[in-house]
């Protein structure tokens, strides 16, 4: 059947910014195109990043943007950060996980590839952990999230699709295998865990040429967040660069690992 959007007056966007994520856009954007121009459009995002910004300026006209609050990370979460390189990454996730008592723990990569990867590995260490991604249908997802909830599952790893959907109390670390590439962003993930009072843990990986986004996000949230040393072990990593830019290129090659891949 069809709709009659004829009379349509007004057109809300709630969470626009997990639409894009899921790849809903080029839905909703054939939707506008047929609508009444003279329409009012309400827009709402947990996070303004530039795709979202973007959009807004396709959509909307003389638009007006109205920011309630800037979010920062709670005061119980304590938030700490390790420089790597990309093949430390996996190895360091396991010696902050084995052997401690974790209830939940939640891993943030920035592609579903190496969501997929970091899951295989972290079994192989006969860790119990379950990846959640774009690939997975809406019942797959669910099924995964209250295996997590329910604790059957101790270690989730996860793409930003699903960062703002989890609502969990007994998450007791995040861990960020990549450096958000928007501050706000950064304060979603980190804001699973420290839920119902308690207290939390964070910890960022921020490869060598990932330092001038975590430069972004300390000012941001208008704090220096700790930089912890790397188990003797693994060997040093690089060094962490204050009011670094962004590099033309990655400088990182010979230390490059294969958790890297297409976006969600």
């Known amino acids: 059947g069809y709709v009659d959007f004829s009379g349509l007056q007004f057109l ?66 304590l938030q700490a950060a390790y420089m790597t390189y990309e093949n430390q990454k996996v190895k360091l996730i396991q ?15 920035a592609t579903k590839k190496g969501v997929k990867e970091i899951e295989q590995h972290l079994k192989k260490q006969k860790l119990n952990a379950k990846a959640i991604h774009s690939d997975l249908t809406q019942d797959e997802r669910g099924e995964v999230l209250r295996a997590f909830k329910s604790r059957a599952i101790q270690i ?49 990986l921020i490869s060598e040429d990932e330092s001038y986004k975590f430069n972004r996000i300390e000012q941001f949230i208008g704090d220096t967040i700790r930089k912890l040393p790397l188990p003797q072990e693994l060997g040093e990593g690089p060094e962490y660069k204050l009011n670094a830019r962004k ?18």
């Open 247 to 264: 590099p033309r290129f990655s400088r990182d090659k010979s230390h490059r690992g294969s958790y890297r891949g297409k976006r969600k």
């Open 156 to 204: 989730l790893v996860a793409t930003d699709i699903v960062s703002r959907g989890i609502d969990i109390d007994d998450i007791s670390l995040v861990i960020n295998y990549n450096v958000p590439g928007d501050a706000e962003d950064y304060v979603h993930r980190v804001g699973r865990t420290a839920r119902a009072e308690k207290t939390g843990v964070a910890i960022t």
């Open 95 to 109: 010696k902050l996980i084995e052997g401690r008592d974790l209830p939940l723990v939640l891993i943030f990569s």
């Open 12 to 77: 809300i966007l709630d969470e626009a910014d997990r639409m894009l994520d899921m790849g809903f856009m080029p839905d909703i954007q054939r939707i506008i195109a047929t609508l009444n121009k003279d329409r009012q459009t309400l827009m709402f995002s947990a996070t303004m990043p530039s795709s979202i910004r973007s959009l807004a300026k396709e959509i909307l006209r003389s638009h007006k943007e109205i920011n309630l609050a800037v979010s920062k990370p709670a005061a119980n979460v």
